[in-house]
């Protein structure tokens, strides 16, 4: 479950394409993503300064990814 990162602008932060992307943190809210409509709606409600963080996995192994919008 998750969404597959097929295009990116997040390489300065370390999203890779092929990363499959499972949950999102903002501002210490846990939301599973488990389609691109899960995606979008999360993605959609982010605002400048907030703190967001993604569990992916990569290549078999999970990377936690985070930085402030």
Same mark, same amino acid.
Request: proline share 0%.
């Given at each position: 479950? /998750?969404? !597959?990162?097929?295009?990116?602008? *997040?390489?300065?932060? /370390?999203?890779? @394409? /092929?990363?499959?992307?499972?949950?999102?943190? #903002?501002? *210490?809210?846990?939301?599973? !993503? @488990?389609? #691109?409509?899960?995606?979008? &709606?999360? #993605? &959609?409600? !982010?605002?400048? *300064?907030? =703190?967001? +963080?993604? =569990?992916? =996995?990569?290549? /078999? *192994?999970? +990377?936690? !990814? &985070?930085?402030?919008?």
């Amino acid at each position: 479950k /998750g969404v !597959i990162v097929r295009q990116t602008k *997040g390489m300065v932060l /370390g999203i890779r @394409e /092929g990363d499959v992307i499972t949950t999102i943190f #903002v501002n *210490g809210r846990r939301y599973n !993503i @488990e389609s #691109v409509k899960d995606w979008n &709606s999360v #993605v &959609s409600k !982010i605002k400048r *300064g907030d =703190y967001v +963080a993604l =569990y992916v =996995y990569r290549k /078999g *192994g999970k +990377a936690l !990814i &985070s930085f402030v919008y």
